[in-house]
């Protein structure tokens, strides 16, 4: 008892004087026992009211403040998150409901957000990214980094396949250069859930107008013609720029020196007379 009445006083206890009481009490002054009788102590006022103010009288006041200050804040706290909420979720669901009309005639693109995001990025690339060419501004010389080993990442759903990080690009300007938010939203998209939908088209729907009218904005031009996939030119244009320029390879015939795409893989296909 003693050492936690010295806990509670700081760690020193005043000693009583000696009297004439403790002597006959066997004149230990450990021995000192509370008074009698016990009397009520709640911290509201003295023993008889006087000697201490009566502060029972002040704790509705200071309740009445403290419950006027806990309301105003609560009140900032829900004006705050009101505003937040019109500053953010008005523009999220206003985004919302308009990707959502893409699927309203005449588009009829009922996708995902995920390709809608994509689609934007795609149509942002177009009208607002710079157009380089080969002048000194996109590719100067002071530029040109001492050769060196590429950091490279795995492709996502590729098989082992490794290709240089967009920091390693030597010549991009700033304003051709994604940023690091740019960066982080293209590695979060394939978070995005991802609905696949198998309707078929419609009876004498054109399938390439249908694609035309939802990409035509970020479709990128075509430059070869193909209008017959089975003439020779084309099978010569498939073989030396098309599949040929990964499987090209060089035989001797004859002591000459000839180039070969080896394609045994497409033998089983069925192929026309001739």
Same mark, same amino acid.
């Given at each position: 008892?003693?050492?936690?009445?010295?806990?509670?006083?700081?760690?020193?206890?005043?000693?009583?004087?000696?009297?004439?009481?403790?002597?006959?009490?066997?004149?230990?002054?450990?021995?000192?026992?509370?008074?009698?009788?016990?009397?009520?102590?709640?911290?509201?006022?003295?023993?008889?009211?006087?000697?201490?103010?009566?502060?029972?009288?002040?704790?509705?006041?200071?309740?009445?403040?403290?419950?006027?200050?806990?309301?105003?804040?609560?009140?900032?706290?829900?004006?705050?998150?009101?505003?937040?909420?019109?500053?953010?979720?008005?523009?999220?669901?206003?985004?919302?409901?308009?990707?959502?009309?893409?699927?309203?005639?005449?588009?009829?693109?009922?996708?995902?957000?995920?390709?809608?995001?994509?689609?934007?990025?795609?149509?942002?690339?177009?009208?607002?990214?710079?157009?380089?060419?080969?002048?000194?501004?996109?590719?100067?010389?002071?530029?040109? $980094?001492?050769? +060196?080993? *590429? #950091?490279?990442?795995?492709?996502?759903?590729?098989?082992?396949?490794? @290709?240089?990080?967009?920091? &390693?690009?030597?010549?991009?300007?700033?304003?051709?250069?994604?940023?690091?938010?740019?960066?982080?939203?293209?590695?979060?998209?394939?978070?995005?859930?991802?609905?696949?939908?198998?309707?078929?088209?419609?009876?004498?729907?054109?399938?390439?107008?249908?694609?035309?009218?939802?990409?035509?904005?970020?479709?990128?031009?075509?430059?070869?013609?193909?209008?017959?996939? $089975?003439?020779? +030119?084309? *099978? #010569?244009?498939?073989?030396?720029?098309?599949?040929?320029?990964?499987? @090209?390879?060089?035989?001797? &015939?004859?002591?000459?020196?000839?180039?070969?795409?080896?394609?045994?893989?497409?033998?089983?296909?069925?192929?026309?007379?001739?």
């Amino acid at each position: 008892a003693a050492a936690h009445l010295a806990s509670m006083t700081g760690g020193y206890v005043a000693a009583p004087e000696w009297d004439e009481e403790m002597a006959k009490g066997g004149g230990d002054w450990t021995q000192l026992q509370p008074e009698e009788p016990r009397g009520c102590r709640i911290f509201c006022c003295g023993s008889c009211a006087g000697c201490c103010p009566p502060y029972f009288l002040l704790v509705p006041v200071i309740g009445l403040l403290g419950f006027a200050v806990a309301m105003l804040g609560v009140s900032l706290t829900v004006v705050g998150i009101m505003v937040a909420a019109m500053l953010c979720l008005c523009p999220i669901m206003t985004f919302f409901a308009w990707s959502r009309m893409w699927a309203c005639w005449p588009w009829k693109w009922n996708t995902d957000l995920y390709t809608k995001l994509l689609y934007l990025t795609y149509q942002y690339d177009f009208y607002w990214y710079e157009v380089p060419d080969t002048s000194s501004r996109y590719f100067p010389v002071e530029k040109i $980094r001492p050769k +060196r080993k *590429l #950091a490279k990442y795995n492709i996502e759903y590729a098989l082992n396949l490794q @290709v240089p990080t967009g920091d &390693e690009e030597e010549f991009f300007t700033t304003s051709m250069q994604a940023g690091p938010l740019a960066k982080f939203v293209e590695d979060q998209l394939a978070l995005l859930p991802q609905t696949d939908r198998f309707e078929t088209f419609e009876e004498g729907e054109n399938p390439v107008e249908y694609v035309m009218r939802q990409f035509g904005s970020v479709y990128p031009t075509i430059y070869q013609d193909w209008s017959d996939k $089975r003439s020779d +030119r084309a *099978l #010569a244009r498939f073989c030396l720029h098309g599949i040929g320029a990964h499987r @090209v390879d060089s035989v001797m &015939e004859d002591g000459a020196k000839l180039f070969v795409v080896r394609a045994d893989v497409l033998a089983r296909l069925p192929v026309r007379p001739g």
